[in-house]
Each structure stands twice: as structure tokens, then as C-alpha cells.
């Protein structure tokens, strides 16, 4: 069974610090990673998409990256701001006729101004 | 378009009652998600859909939850009887390609049976 783990669960930096989010998962036939964003009382939505085949993905700031082999991937947010704060959760894909998305808890992000 | 409507936002209940939460996809997916978050368990995925047909239900907590979707513009999903650790915010999410690459979520309904 599939198992999706973030750390730390929660974050707090200054405005302006770059920062590294963390994702492990323990089964590495994924068929992608995505990693979404969580704002209080609302939905997730999606930030980056990375496919099996691939070894990151860039979006402005924030930079994604995927090591299959060694079940890891990383978000990288560069000069974080206060918009920045919510939850941050990763979910891996499963290939096959199955497309099931299991998530990670989460980080809480808070950027201090 | 206006994103996947869900509704109620917030429902407050007695254990016992029975309780349905409904979900309007985004027009044009035809892929449809349920899924529950709680500080425990995280976000599990429930079941989804595909052309109104349920494709997975493995997540389904117990025979007290169903889920149906009579038509591609809504579904919902029933709690009967609800029970206090059914407790939870319940998303759900559509998406339109075949491989479901994303996923976009509505605002979640935040359900507390007392």
C-alpha cells in the first residue's frame, strides 16, 4: 500500500527565504507527482505536475523536483512571500487502470512578514 | 465557469440523522471525485466516477456511505446514519482528461455530527 509522507508538517519563515518542502512516498511505481496548495476553508489546487518520466518542473517560484528511484520529491519556493501561507500537499499518482491519487498530510506553510 | 459547486458549505447534525452532501462537476468533466479530510487520516479518496458510472468505491468507509450520480451535472453523497467520527470536510473534485492529470476541487462541505 502506498504511503505519502511530509515533513515537517509545519513551517514558519520570514518573507524573502527560500525554502524546501519535503514528500517521500514509499512505493516508486508512481505514474506522476503532483503538489497542490491548500488555502484555509477552500479546495486544493494544483501547482506542479510531474510526470514518472520526469525530473522537475518549474512555476515562477516554485520549482518541483521528482527522484523515483529514491521515492522523493521536493517543492522549492524561492523568496517566499505572506501570500505564500497555506498547506502544502503532495500525492502520487498509481499507473495501471487504477487512478487513484493518495495524498500526504501536508505542510503548513506561514511566511512572517 | 464557475468550478465545482458543492453544497451545503457547512452542515451540523445529531448522530443518527442521515446527511447528503451534493456536488455540481465542472461542465464538460466527466470524471467526478469524492474524497474526506480529517486531521488524523489526511485527504482519502471515496470513490469516483467516470461517465456516471462508479469505477472505485475500495474507499468507502462503510456500508453507512453510498454515492450515486444520476447525470453528469450532479452527484451525491449519503451518510445514513451519521455517526460522530464520520465528522470531517468532504471535497469533491472533477476532472475532464482520460488521464485526470488534475483535479479541480470544490470548496469542501464541513460536516460535525454531534
Known amino acids: 500500500k502506498q504511503e505519502v509522507t511530509q515533513i515537517p508538517a509545519a513551517l514558519s519563515v520570514p518573507e524573502g527565504e527560500n525554502l524546501v518542502l519535503n514528500c517521500s512516498f514509499t512505493d516508486s511505481a508512481i505514474y506522476n507527482l503532483q503538489w497542490f496548495r491548500q488555502d484555509p476553508g477552500k479546495g486544493l489546487t494544483s501547482l506542479l505536475l510531474i510526470q514518472s518520466s520526469q525530473r522537475e518542473q518549474t512555476s515562477g517560484r516554485l520549482n518541483a523536483s521528482l527522484d523515483k528511484s529514491s521515492g522523493r520529491s521536493t517543492l522549492y519556493i524561492a523568496a517566499s512571500q505572506p501570500g505564500d501561507s497555506a498547506t502544502y500537499l503532495c500525492a502520487v499518482k498509481r499507473g495501471g487502470s487504477n487512478y487513484k491519487l493518495t495524498f500526504g498530510k501536508g505542510t503548513l506553510l506561514t511566511v512572517n512578514p | 465557469d464557475a468550478g465545482v459547486i458543492q453544497s451545503p458549505r457547512h452542515e451540523v447534525t445529531e448522530m443518527g440523522q442521515e446527511v447528503t452532501l451534493r456536488c455540481k462537476p465542472i461542465?464538460?468533466?466527466?470524471?467526478l471525485f469524492w474524497y474526506r479530510q480529517t486531521m488524523m487520516r489526511g485527504l482519502e479518496l471515496l470513490i469516483y466516477?467516470?461517465?456516471?458510472?462508479?469505477?472505485?468505491d475500495s474507499g468507502m468507509p462503510e456500508d453507512r456511505f453510498s454515492a450515486k450520480m444520476p447525470n453528469a451535472s450532479f452527484s451525491t453523497l449519503k451518510i445514513q446514519p451519521s455517526e460522530p467520527r464520520d465528522s470531517a470536510v468532504y471535497f469533491c473534485?472533477?476532472?475532464?482528461?482520460?488521464?485526470?492529470?488534475?483535479?479541480?476541487f470544490g470548496p469542501g462541505t464541513r460536516l460535525l455530527v454531534l
Open positions: 461542465s464538460g468533466h466527466d470524471y
Open positions: 466516477f467516470n461517465n456516471n458510472v462508479p469505477i472505485d
Open positions: 473534485a472533477s476532472s475532464w482528461d482520460r488521464f485526470q492529470e488534475t483535479q479541480y
